[in-house]
């Protein structure tokens, strides 16, 4: 799958999924762990605490992500120039202020 | 059940405990979403779009969190004054703090 | 001057205000650092490492604001009841909203 | 100065210089507004909003500054390739990562 990045792999996450997937999952856990505290009529504060910690979770793949796609999708359509590179970077600077603002 | 909050509503949020159940759910229900468009290859950029959504409705559900909790336990607690209130406040406010950096 | 706090001091940041002006003629500086910065043709990455140390200090700024705001007005509405105090703690809310998603 | 842009502007946002210089003129413009809010003892409330409204204006200043930075700097160096590709590529992540956690 490696051999040929081009073909095979068509996103720059690929060759990192299993590592995606374990964090997402870890994400998922803590999101359903902030639901039984409410559940158990947990402190507010330490709810907060626990959604503070999903969140930077999330922000961590978000920029993980976004690390691999500046490195291969933006990179490569910048290598290649044009429009396409003009596009790729317009979406990724995109892609960044939403994180920025959300 | 709104006539003695110190006794039978243990937490701020309790009274609509349902309501944040749901949104934690479909949070849930977010994240998992977002490990399926990874395992199917798709575009790095839109499954950005999904984790910055997730973001949002995380910190969403902070905001109200924290809204209850200045509504109910902060207030009581200052209403009554003394180190407890004060205790209270930097709490609070320490979780703010949390919430805008993360 | 404690003994009158609706009447002397007019706001929750009144005994604070050199500490707050000092803390903005120091981020004003910042500011005006970074326009150097760009005149002088420093490199982006340190340009942006000082925009991101004057974004942290307004937030510390906005922080320690929103803090003196709720320990003064928006506990002392709090402590008298009804409709400010409601309107109090949606404004101090929203005010908090701004803040994370700015 | 702006006839060879590759040789006598080193970097990324020369082009734009007048631009960024008057947006960081009226962001001093906004602080120092705040400060005379403070001296002037106005509503927390109000002062807060203008700090985040500040804050959102430095925010703008940095995502352009990260447009340019990507779309010179890093493209260059990624199509050049090697190392310093890959360095260009990790200090960028790692200004991103500074913006989106102040």
């Known amino acids: ?3 040929e990045p081009e073909e095979s ?3 720059s996450y690929t060759d990192d999924k299993a ?4 964090r997402l999952r870890r994400v998922e856990g803590q999101v359903r762990g902030i639901a039984r505290m409410i559940e158990g009529d ?3 504060i330490d ?3 626990q959604v503070s910690a999903a969140t930077s979770a999330l922000e961590s793949v978000a920029l993980r992500l976004l690390e691999d796609h500046l490195r ?3 990179v490569h359509a910048a290598a290649d120039g ?3 590179a ?3 970077l317009a979406e990724a600077t995109a892609a960044i202020k939403r994180l920025v603002r959300s």
Chains 1, 2, 3, 4 share one sequence.
């Open 19 to 22: 590592a995606y997937l374990k």
């Open 42 to 44: 947990e402190y507010c």
């Open 86 to 88: 003009e596009a790729k």
């Open 1 to 3: 799958m490696d051999m």
């Open 9 to 11: 792999t068509p996103h």
């Open 72 to 74: 291969h999708c933006v």
């Open 47 to 49: 709810i907060l605490t």
């Open 82 to 84: 044009g429009p396409l």
